[in-house]
C-alpha cells in the first residue's frame, strides 16, 4: 500500500487516487482492523471481552416502563438498571432522571463546575478516517507548531486566567513523534496545574516518558465500539486497529497516569450501544484501577471538511441528556465534560443537573489562539479546524455565566508537593 501521507485531495497523483477508491470500495484491500501492526504493543486484559459482552447482547426494544421504574427506585444502579435507563422506554422518565442525576452530582461534585481549555500543536494525520476533517486525504492547511509557537499559544492561554489545559494532534507519529508531544508538555508544565493530552495512542513504556514530561491524563476517543462499523470508517492507518485502541486506557494507567478518560463518537453508529459501553468500558477499568479519576465525554458527530459521504445517526438534546443523566446515574463519581460542539444553552443547562466539566475558549485550529482570544491580526499561517465549534465563549464570559446559574467554576483544585 501506499506510503504518501498529507496529501492534499485536489492533487492526489492517478496512484494515489487508485488507492483511496480501492480503500473505500474493496474490503479485502484493506489491513485486518482487528490485527495489531508491528510495533503496537499488546497487554492481557479482560476488560475488552467484558464490554462487549454487554453490548452485543443488549436489546434495548425490550425494556419496558416498568424496568426504568425498576431501576429508579434502586438505591445503587446495577449494569441491568443502566441498560434500562438508555432504552427508549426510559424517555419519558427524563425529568425523574434529571432530577436523580442532580441529586448524584451534588453529592459527589457539590456545585463545582471544572474549566479547561484544548490545544491542538499539529494537525497532520496518517489515518483516513472517513468523517475527520483532519483525515489524511482531506485538502486544508496543515500546519506543526515549533516549541517557540507552542509557548507563545501557551502564555497567550494562560494569561487569560486558564489553568489545565488539553493538549492534541492529529494522529501522526512522523510529524508529531512522542519527543516532540513530550517536550511540549514540559512547556505545558510551566504555565498550567493540570495537563492532559489526547494523541494517538502509544505504547506503556511511552506514556511512561509523557507522565515523566508532565502529563497527569489521557484522553482517547474510541469513536465506536461496534467493530464492524468501525473497519467501515478506518480505513487506513494505524488508527484502523480498533483493540490496539482500546486497551489505550489502560496502557496509560498501567504507566501511573493519574486519570484517563472514555469517549465515544455519538452518531457515528447504535448510540445507545455506544453509550452502554463506553460507561462499562469506565465501569471494568474502575474496578481493577480503583485509585485513577476516570471521566466520559460526550461528543456528538459535527460538521466537518469533506463528511457528505457519511450519513450520521442522529442524537438529539434530548437524547443527549438521557445518556448524560444515565451516566451519572450509573457512575456517580465519574467526572463528565460537555464540549463545544454543544451549543451554551444545552450546556448551561447540563451542568446544572449532571455534567462537571466544560471547555472554554475554544479553537480546533492550530496557531490561532491570539488571533481569537485579542482579536490582533497575526501574521503567521494557521492550520484548519478539525470540526466546527457551537460554542465559542471565552473562559472570562464562561466563568461569569456558570457563576450567574449559582454554580462553582473551579479552574483547577490540584496541590503539588
Known amino acids: 500500500m501506499e506510503n504518501q501521507f498529507f496529501v ?50 443488549y436489546d434495548y426494544s425490550k425494556y419496558t416502563a416498568r424496568d426504568v421504574r425498576t431501576a429508579l427506585d434502586h438505591d445503587t444502579c446495577t449494569i441491568a438498571d443502566f441498560k434500562a435507563l438508555l432504552s427508549p422506554a426510559a424517555e419519558p422518565f427524563l425529568e425523574e432522571m434529571a432530577q436523580r442525576a442532580r441529586l448524584e452530582t451534588s453529592k459527589h461534585f457539590g456545585n463545582t463546575v471544572y474549566l479547561f481549555t484544548p490545544l491542538y500543536i499539529a494537525n497532520y494525520c496518517e489515518n483516513y478516517c472517513v468523517y475527520c476533517g483532519f483525515n489524511r486525504y482531506n485538502h486544508i492547511q496543515r500546519m506543526k507548531l515549533t516549541m517557540e509557537q507552542i509557548e507563545h499559544e501557551m ?4 494569561d487569560s486566567g486558564m489553568e489545565e489545559i488539553l493538549i492534541l494532534t492529529g494522529e501522526s507519529r512522523g510529524q508529531s513523534d512522542v519527543k516532540y508531544i513530550g517536550e511540549a508538555c514540559k512547556l505545558a508544565r510551566k504555565y498550567f ?4 493530552i489526547e494523541i494517538y495512542p502509544v505504547n506503556t513504556e511511552e506514556y511512561r516518558y509523557l507522565h515523566e514530561c508532565g502529563v497527569d491524563y489521557v484522553t482517547v476517543f474510541q469513536e465506536t465500539y461496534d467493530t464492524d462499523k468501525y473497519e467501515t470508517l478506518h480505513l487506513a492507518g494505524h488508527k484502523r486497529v480498533w483493540p490496539y485502541r482500546f486497551d489505550a486506557q489502560e496502557r496509560a ?10 469517549s465515544a463518537l455519538l452518531g457515528l453508529s447504535d448510540f445507545r450501544k455506544d453509550a452502554l459501553a463506553s460507561a462499562l468500558h469506565v465501569y471494568y477499568l474502575q474496578r481493577k484501577y480503583p485509585h485513577a479519576e ?26 443527549l441528556c438521557q445518556i448524560i443523566c444515565a451516566y451519572r446515574i450509573f457512575l456517580p463519581f465519574v467526572g463528565i465534560t460537555v464540549s463545544s460542539r454543544e451549543s451554551a444553552e444545552f450546556r448551561n443547562g447540563i451542568v446544572k443537573i449532571a455534567a462537571t466539566k466544560v471547555s472554554a475558549g475554544v479553537s480546533t485550529g492550530i496557531g490561532d489562539h491570539e488571533s481569537k482570544y485579542s482579536g490582533k491580526e497575526t501574521d503567521g499561517v494557521q492550520g484548519d479546524e478539525q470540526f466546527e465549534i457551537d460554542d465559542s465563549r471565552s473562559l472570562e464570559t464562561m466563568y461569569k455565566d456558570i457563576a450567574d446559574e449559582g454554580l462553582q467554576p473551579v479552574l483547577n483544585d490540584y496541590l503539588y508537593v
Do not use: W
Open 253 to 262: 494507567l498501567r504507566a501511573g497516569m493519574r486519570g484517563v478518560a472514555f
Open 294 to 319: 476516570m471521566s466520559l465525554s460526550c461528543p456528538r458527530l459535527r460538521p466537518i471538511i469533506n463528511n457528505d459521504r457519511i450519513n450520521p445517526l442522529d442524537v438529539h438534546e434530548k437524547q
Open 155 to 158: 502564555k497567550v492561554i494562560s
Open 8 to 57: 492534499d485531495s485536489d492533487q492526489l497523483s492517478a496512484q494515489t487516487l487508485e488507492i483511496k477508491h480501492r480503500l473505500e470500495t474493496d474490503p479485502s484491500f484493506r489491513t485486518d482492523h482487528m490485527a495489531y501492526m508491528p510495533g503496537m504493543e499488546q497487554i492481557e486484559s479482560d476488560v475488552c471481552a467484558n464490554v462487549m459482552n454487554q453490548m452485543k447482547s
Open 193 to 196: 496545574r493540570m495537563v492532559g
